[in-house]
């Protein structure tokens, strides 16, 4: 029984060596010295990396503790997320996305359908996916959703999943391993953009699928060597130092966001309040029995009177930038809306709570929201 501060500390850290050091340092290599036949574990930096090897080996120690899992590192969220969709699917198959995922989804659904895939979409609430399994071979889950925080119940999904022969697949970014184990709940894949709170610092960009499944494994390191989308050494080595404080992130990000949620609850002017870890919360039940010691992540969302009463929000908050991405040691917030790619009001703000005092953070915000209050009262 070890506990995740525990573990991640040790996550991928090789057996102590005289005079190595804790974590080696990032391996640059095109090449590795090949002699004879063409195998071994490292013999062309597109294919492995013993950085990567590393950074792969703690990331599966936390999403699957107790069962053995293969892990694959990519460039980014998208090139892991795009790895197991155009790994798995054929012309002819179908696939269920979610209808309010991230908001790359709809680009990566014209692709599909012009391969010949057939795509469906649901609302992540309500288990209305449950809907559209029949016939499909993959169902792509994202609870908690970004940007609307809605969740879904992940076990129940993916075993009327699997009796149907499909493959299930759960996008764990916002809640990362230490606030949900996807594989536990019975998915196939455990998918993550590692650019948000995985490595935390705002100067990453990383993604990884993570699967206990040898063959669905070797078909989606097969993509990566295929369309090349590797992380970098320094990337890779980056990620697994900023592992070491994963718990204390999460920890105190989780307890940070529920503490904003709560001084935001009876504000006036502040409609669509979300967070799974509120009590109140709409999601919050299912996102309590799937979700790992009260870890709901470190997003709240909410939506203001009008954009422009939103942007004064943001011009006036001062220990919060105004920044996309989420995750981070410093909070940032954003108008969704500016993207145009999620169904959300023009005053909707997605809040990533940092690993400030959260005292001082929620004094800010209400400073803030008091100040664009006041410039729309008396114009
Ligand atoms: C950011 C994000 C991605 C994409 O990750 P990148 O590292 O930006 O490519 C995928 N899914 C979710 C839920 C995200 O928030």
Redesign the pocket.
Known sequence: MTGDGTRVVRAGIPKAAAYEPALPGPVFAAHFHLPGDAIGPYTYGREANPTWTRLETAIGELESPDAPAHTITFA???AA?AAVLFSQLRAGDAVVLPSDG?QLLPAVRERLESYGIEVRTAPTAGDAQLEALDGARLLWI?SPS?PGLEVCDIRRLARAAHARGALVAV?N??ATPLGQRPLDLDADFSVA?G??ALTGHGDV???YVTTRDTALADAVRTWRKTVGAIPGPMEAWLAHRSLATLALRVRQQAAGALALAEALRDHPEVTGLRHPGLPSDPAHETAARQMREGRFGCVVSFTLPDRAYAERFLEALDLVDDATSFGGVRSTAERRGRWGGDAVPEGFIRFSVGVEEPADLIADVLRALDTAGRKRRSP
Do not use: H
Request: negative net charge; charged residues 20%.
């Open positions: 980014s969220g998208m997320v991230y994202e970004n996008d970014t916002l953009s650019t948000k960009l990383l993604g």
